[in-house]
């Protein structure tokens, strides 16, 4: 089975970057970051797809977060810059077999890690 493991979170002053990582135990599948603060919905953030250069973007993330993977395509990053306390979650990485590209929502995704915390401070 798929199993996922992702660290980097962090405690960051606002305008600071963390990179999460995440490795898979398989590779080519589709690959995303989300994150879930208390009392709200899990979100989409980031994708890439199998093929390592496609990606999608939460609103918004655009323009500051980049998602990335290695070229065997077994771990993904997430590079966050600028960050904001709006940031302030657990982010968790998650994998599917196959990329929606229509949406990215969590029902798509039955692979999940354990989740990392990232928190952003004013």
């Known amino acids: 089975q798929v199993q996922l493991v992702e660290s980097g979170g962090g405690s960051v002053q606002t305008g600071g970057s963390l990179r999460l990582s995440c490795t898979a135990s398989?590779?080519?599948?589709?690959m995303a970051w989300f994150r879930q603060a208390p009392g709200n919905e899990r979100e989409g953030v980031a994708r890439?797809?199998?093929?390592?250069?496609?990606?999608d973007y939460g609103d918004s993330v655009k323009g500051r977060f980049t998602i990335s993977r290695d070229k065997d395509k077994t771990t993904f990053y997430l590079q966050m810059n600028s960050l904001k306390p709006e940031d302030t979650a657990m982010y968790y990485c998650?994998?599917?077999?196959?990329?929606?590209?229509?949406?990215?929502?969590?029902?798509?995704?039955?692979?999940w890690g354990q989740g990392t915390q990232v928190t952003v401070s004013s």
């Open positions: 890439i797809y199998p093929n390592g250069r496609s990606t």
């Open positions: 398989i590779e080519a599948y589709c």
């Open positions: 998650a994998a599917t077999r196959w990329c929606i590209p229509s949406r990215m929502v969590s029902s798509d995704f039955g692979y």
